[in-house]
């Protein structure tokens, strides 16, 4: 199995300035108190997707790092194929799983039971995903929708559970 991905980060954060941008400025129509989780939202989108390509040219030095979302393995030029396949299985680092966790539990615990910064947060790693499917070309690797399937299914029990109509808001 051969990995060999890459995202322009540089690109995906020039956009969420952008976005940010337009927030201030009063020129999109979200409001400003549900921008920032959407914006954060979508911005941890950018980062798993980042430290998800296993591309070995050099970059410019990225924005966060990989120790930022508790990755202490190898570094990605020292990974052979069955460490890489290792980070990417059901229960690696990078599996559908954990990274489902990391995108959920982001926006769960920094929107607590406030149903409108749920959904905002919700919103914003749809957004991240569908500018990620453009810079990649209109789509991702197949891990990635499961792991947008699955973190969205548990923001949509926790809005479930604050009494919130989870069919007002699909992906």
Not at 8 to 16: D, E, K, P, T, W
Not at 45 to 64: D, H, N, R, T, W
Not at 159 to 170: R, T, Y
């Amino acid at each position: 199995m051969q990995i060999n991905t890459q995202i322009n980060a540089a690109s995906m954060m020039q956009q969420l300035d952008i976005k940010k941008n337009d927030a201030i400025n009063g020129t999109d129509n979200v409001p400003s108190f549900l921008q920032e989780p959407a914006n954060l939202s979508q911005s941890n989108v950018y980062f798993q997707l980042e430290a998800f390509s296993f591309s070995f040219e050099p970059k410019e030095p990225p924005i966060f790092t990989l120790s930022d979302i508790g990755y202490t393995g190898k570094p990605f030029s020292e990974l052979t194929q069955d460490d890489a396949k290792g980070l990417v299985a059901d229960d690696g680092f990078f599996g559908v799983s954990k990274t489902s966790n990391r995108l959920s539990d982001f926006v769960l615990t920094g929107a607590g039971d406030n149903i409108d910064m749920l959904k905002a947060g919700r919103e914003g790693i749809i957004q991240g995903f569908k500018e990620a499917e453009k810079i990649w070309g209109d789509t991702l690797p197949e891990i990635s929708y499961k792991s947008l399937e699955l973190a969205l299914e548990k923001i949509d029990t926790r809005l479930q559970g604050l009494g919130a109509n989870v069919i007002d808001f699909g992906a």
